[in-house]
């Protein structure tokens, strides 16, 4: 079976080594699997969310195709594309807008924040959160859902948004699907072994922090920078701790196994700072000094990116204007060239209630109970096997004396009879009135259904 695999990397900055370690570089070691269908693209819509500085943005959008290209992206191979080149993505933004529960938004990680940093500075909630900040998981959604990626790549941190895009796609389904299954249930793809590279100051290396060190910058440019990371005041001949040093945790994600032994004996042996920077920009300069080269060129021929980006708008929109057809023939944006239906012929379409959603992750399975707009109302704990977590969903929606709905702190669990444990639980609520609406929804979804 194919896997098809989606990245996206927004175009706001200057790719550093950070970016290419934890990112590029494993994403095109795993393009090259036999098994993966990988779509690679520049966010530069998720770019005009961050920054409103059209000069940056176009040339991030430069740099970044530049840089993917030159660290060894095989166009032949994956689907390379600008995410502003295929209008489908705007459109299926909207239509997943329209199904998107508003309070699955309000709980985004990232409109939380600003709404919590204002509250702290004595400003309105909203202040200075556009739509764009308040819909952008929306926008991911559509981007992942557009081509039915299994797997997308994240760190932890985006694991949420990753999560939200099957809740919006089981909504649809749910809604349009009539039996179909539009939209395949993507994975968030977290690999542990991805290095996090500390920048200058031995923070985590980010542009917010100005600590990075540009990827493809200069060989001055970047011996200049590595003698900048910060040291102990230990002198030449005194024992250096590798493990505590973040010089050497950048020289490890560079270096062979047998070159990052030797450096940490070296160390331990009292190597001097200014030698191991030396070695470090030996390493880095003959690690990049090759895809530094075919960079630079690019970056002079833009309009050689820019026909390898069009070739690569036209073959993912062989994938998405044929499926966005689908889909509006769905919802019921149909040519009225159509054979159009009585509206009062067949049987009266069944209303749509709560529901229960099964899925599986990190090998256990899980389910979702679900209201008729498509919140999440329960989450499952994790079962060992389909079987018993099919068991408890049937118990919840048999009789309400097999079990009990107990409060816990900001929200509530289910608990069955006979059952220590909770085997669900709400999401946490912040007033007292979003707890009361909340449990009412929740009894009424639970009700056993008439015949």
Known sequence: MTTRILTGITTTGTPHLGNYAGAIRPAIVASRRSDADSFYFLADYHALIKCDDPLRIQRSRLEIAATWLAAGLDVERVTFYRQSDIPEIPELTWLLTCVAAKG???????????????????????????MGLYSYPVLMAADILMFNAHQVPVGRDQIQHVEMARDIGQRFNHLFGQGREFFVMPEALIEESVATLPGLDGRK??????????LFSSAKEMKEAISRIVTDSRAPGEAKDPDNSHLFTLYQAFASR?????????????????????????????????????????????????DILQAGAEKARKVATPFLGELREAVGLRSFRSAVQSADSGKKKAAKGARFVSFREDGQF?????????????????????????AVTKALQADAQDYEIRANGEGFDIVLKDDAQPVASTPTFAT???????????????????E
């Open 432 to 450: 007292q009135a979003e707890r009361e609406a909340a449990l009412a929804a929740l009894r009424l979804a639970l009700q056993p259904k008439s």
């Open 258 to 306: 047998e070159q990052s032994v030797e450096f940490r004996a070296d160390l331990l042996q009292g190597l001097g700072w200014g030698e191991a920077k030396s070695r470090l920009f030996n390493l880095l300069d003959a690690d990049l000094s090759e895809a530094r080269e075919n960079y630079l060129r690019l970056i002079e021929r833009p309009a050689e990116l820019e």
């Open 104 to 130: 699955l938004l309000n709980r985004a990680h990232a409109y939380k924040a600003s709404v919590d940093k204002n509250i702290e500075t004595g400003e309105d909630p909203d202040a200075g959160i556009t």
């Open 366 to 390: 899980l389910f979702r109970l679900l209201s008729a707009e498509g919140e999440q109302l329960l989450l499952s704990r994790g079962f060992a096997d389909g079987k018993s977590a099919g």
């Open 205 to 214: 290396m980010s542009k917010s922090y100005d600590n990075t060190i540009p």
